[in-house]
């Protein structure tokens, strides 16, 4: 499946150019789900339609789109968790609570759009576009599947549930009664969903399409967000100038506001275009509106090639990442760097026998040295870049050696590893 997550600076029409992509897609012929993060849904801008929920609705032909519901999500887990509890909940009194009086809590967002994700990844669809929060919001939710399963497997490891024979005598020496084994298992199958979520995220099929409204705000917004686009792994296959006016404008005032715009167009050139193909829509002179409107915006920008898996080769070039998707033979093996976690393209140079080091190499353009940081924990590094952070754990051969410096290098941040003579293995 080709999944295009759209996103942007507030106000920049992310949802428009979602449905376009998604409309284009349809017209090509592929099976094409398009999931809207917004509450008002993307009724207005395929025309009107209404009544749109969270299951998947036909709306044109090969086309189905769906709206996230936070309040629904947030209504049916609290009453689920309710009923497990039932026999907690009567010991102490306390009076339950009907669906009608609740409200979602603050960021039952996030989590609707995540498991909104995780059904859409189970459906039989060629093509899926995604309309995302804006452009901050978008990369945290994107990051949260990674970090929710880390702390699911720090609070509740699975060697725990092993051990479940042994949990009355544990809580008999310990004094405290130990985790009940329906809470390891409502555990395993949060792991579960968020896996299939973070494992979307991640496929190689998946791209982030960014939506811009050419001026000094939205080059800030994109400034930082390329570093948590970074860190995150999280490839961009376009960058979309939207409401570009007319360069020939008559009027002053228009000619004056579309050179401004045409600057910075240039300027986003030269800062992304080597990385992020520029792919300007013109301002219409009305908000688009229905599918010959989407059609218009889809061809104007070459968006219909963008949905095409094809394509992701010239993508993957473009951004360099072919250059490294071999990352070597396997470390452990006693051959060189093995393959860099999760998919990223993060890369291992061997040069042990040089300087006696490997060099983890984290490609962070436009990243400034002062924004980076860089802490060892155990077998996990703790990155921040800007005001983003990730944990990332080891591969098996640098936790056997200590970090012995890092420096921010022609937009490569490259940490060097020391081998420990006790824990690496001996060469005969």
Known sequence: MRTVLVTGPGGA?????????????????????????????PGAVLGGTAGLGAEPAEVAPGLWAARVDPA????????ALQDRAATVLDMLGARRLDGEELTE?????????????????????????????????????????????????RLLPVERQAARALRPIMAQLAGVPMPAGWLYGAAARRDEELAAV????????????????????????????????????LRVDAL??????????????????????????????????????????????????????????????DLA??????????????????????HGPDLDAGEGPGPAPYGDPWWVEDRREEDGLLVWCLPLPGAVKSDVGLIRRGDELLLTVGPFHRMVPLEAALRRCTVSGAALTDGVLKVRFTPEPGLWPRTP
């Open 240 to 301: 979309v100038p939207n409401k570009v006016l007319p360069a020939d404008s008559s009027d002053a005032w228009l000619a004056t506001l579309a050179a401004q715009q045409q600057k910075c167009l240039d300027e986003w050139g030269k800062e992304y275009g080597s990385a992020w193909p520029l792919r300007p829509v013109r301002h219409l002179g009305r908000d688009p509106r229905g599918a010959a409107d989407l059609a218009d915006l889809a061809d104007l920008a």
């Open 13 to 41: 029409g992310r949802t428009t150019v979602a449905a376009a992509t998604a409309v284009a897609a349809a017209r090509r012929g592929d099976r094409t789900l398009l999931l809207c993060a917004d509450p008002a849904g």
């Open 105 to 153: 809590l603050p960021g039952s967002e996030q989590f609707a759009l995540l498991q909104a994700l995780r059904r859409a990844s189970a459906g039989d669809w060629d093509v899926l576009v995604v309309d995302l929060p804006p452009l901050r919001d978008a990369l945290s939710v994107l990051a949260l599947p990674e970090r929710l399963r880390r702390l699911l497997g």
């Open 305 to 326: 090639d963008l949905a095409d898996l094809a394509d992701l080769a010239d993508i993957a070039e473009l951004g360099d990442l072919a250059d490294h998707a071999d």
């Open 198 to 233: 973070q494992a979307l995220i991640e496929a190689g099929t998946t791209t982030v399409r960014l939506v811009a409204e050419p001026g000094p705000a939205a080059g800030d917004a994109l400034r930082v967000a390329r570093d948590g686009l970074s860190l995150y792994g």
């Open 72 to 79: 629904d999500y947030f209504r049916t887990e609290f009453l």
